[in-house]
C-alpha cells in the first residue's frame, strides 16, 4: 500500500470489485471498512504516553478531559464490527452447507482470514521482547510496552469463539429467530443485575459471550431481511438509545463506553449491557443510510476503495497501536516530540494531528510489509480441521490472546517471555491453521 505496491495493490482491488456479484450487500464491507478506521483513529487521538518529572506515563484523554467520554459514543464501534460478522458468518455457513461443505472446510477458509495476520505480530512482539531483555529492558517496561500495542487483539480473542459458535448459533436463531437475540440479551442484563447487586465482580467476565453473541445474532437477522424498513430501523436505534440513557442516567453506568482508568467498573472490559444498547443503538441509525450507502457503493471508485481497505482490514488494525508504541520508543530518544505537551491544549490538539498523520504513514509500511498475510487461500487448497481441532485450537488461542492483553508479552524468569501467554497461542495457531501461516494463496 506504500510505494510501488500502491498501484498493483489498487489494480488488484479493481478486479475483485468488478467481479463482486450482484446480490452483494456491499454496505456491509462498507460498514466494517469504516467501524475499524474508526477504531484505529479513536486509539491513536485518546490514548498517547506523556513524559511527566522524567518519567513516561499514560496519558488518557478520556480521564483528563471527561467531556470527551461522551465522544465515545460515537468512536466505540466495536459492536458494529460484530453485527457485520453476524451477516458475513450467516451468508458463508449458509453458502458452505448449501455446497454440502464439512465443518471443518469452512472453519478452515475463516480463520486462515481471521489469524493469518496475527501471526507475524506475535512473532514480532516475541522476538522483540526475547532481545530487549536480553540486552537489559527491565520486564515492568518491556511488559507496559507490549500490553498497549497488543490491545487490538483482545478483540480477536472473543471474535473467533463468536465465529467457531456460528453453526450452533446460527442453528439457533433458524429454530428459534429473534428470540434468539432476547436470549442472549436477557442474560447479559441478568449477570450485570446479579453482579451487581452482590458485588460478584469476576461474574461480569461471562458478558464478554453473551454480550457479543447477541450483538452478532443481530447480524443473523440483518442478513435474514427481519429489520428491513426504515422505521422498524428507526425503532431499533430509539430503542438502543433509550436503554443506553436510562442505564447510563438512571442506573449510573459509566458514560464512557470506553475504558477509564481509575474509574470503579468499565462499560467495555468486560462489557456491560450499556454497551449491547450503544450496539443497537448504532445499527438502527446504519440500518436508516442502507438504501443510499448502497447506491452511492454503485460507484466504481468508492466501491473499489473500500474492497482495497477489507482486503488489508486485519493488518490495519493488529498493527495500529504497535506502531504508535515503536514511534513513541523513537520519539523518547529524540527530542521528545509530542510527549511533554499538556493535554487538551491547542498545541495538543495540534500536535495530535501530526502524530496521527505520522502514524498512519508508518503504518502504510507495516502494511505493505505484512499485508500478504491476508490473502485468503483457495478452498480447495486448504487442509480441512477436524471439529475437535477447530474447539481446542480456538479455546487455546482465545487463552493465549487473553492473557497477552492482560500481561503483555514480558516474562519474569530467565527467558524474559510470558510464556503461560505465548504458548498456548502459538499452539492455537498451529491446530487452527492447519495448512500453516505463512502459505501463499495459489494463482
Known sequence: MAGSSTPGLWHAAQAIAAKTPAKRNRYVDLLRAVSICVVVFGHWLVSL???????????????????????TWALQVMPVFFVVGGYSNSVSWRSATRKGLAYG???????????????????????????????????DQMRAGSRAALIPIWFLAVYIL????TALTLGLYQKIGVASFWLFASMAALVDFVAFSFELPALRWVNYAFVWLAVHQLGFMWQDGRLAGLRLALLLALGGLALLITLVVVMGYPVSMLTVPGETFSNSRPPTLALLGLGVFHFGLL???????????????????????NSR???????????????VALALQSSGFGLTIPPGSADWWQSRLIWIILMFSVLLIFIALFGRFEQPARR????????????LGT??????????????TSGQGQIGLNLQAVIPAFIGVFLVLPDGPFRRRSH
Do not use: C
Not at 395 to 408: K, P, T, Y
Open 287 to 309: 440500518l436508516t443510510l442502507e438504501t443510499p450507502a448502497r447506491r452511492w457503493l454503485q460507484r466504481p471508485r468508492v466501491w473499489t476503495l473500500t474492497v482495497l481497505i
Open 162 to 165: 463468536v465465529t467457531a459458535l
Open 313 to 327: 482490514i486485519m493488518t490495519l488494525y493488529l498493527w495500529h497501536l504497535t506502531v504508535m508504541m515503536l514511534l
Open 105 to 139: 472446510d469452512w472453519a478452515a477458509a475463516r480463520m486462515r482470514r481471521l489469524v493469518g495476520p496475527l501471526v507475524p505480530l506475535l512473532i514480532f512482539w516475541v522476538s522483540l521482547t526475547l532481545v530487549l531483555r536480553q540486552l537489559g529492558v527491565e520486564h
Open 380 to 391: 480447495k487448497d486448504l487442509a480441512r480441521l477436524p471439529t475437535w481441532r477447530v474447539v
Open 49 to 71: 504516553p506523556l513524559i511527566v518529572d522524567g518519567t513516561l506515563q499514560n496519558a488518557e484523554i478520556l480521564r483528563i478531559l471527561p467531556w470527551t467520554q461522551w465522544l
Open 395 to 408: 479455546v487455546l488461542l482465545s487463552m493465549g490472546l487473553s492473557l497477552l492483553v492482560i500481561g503483555g
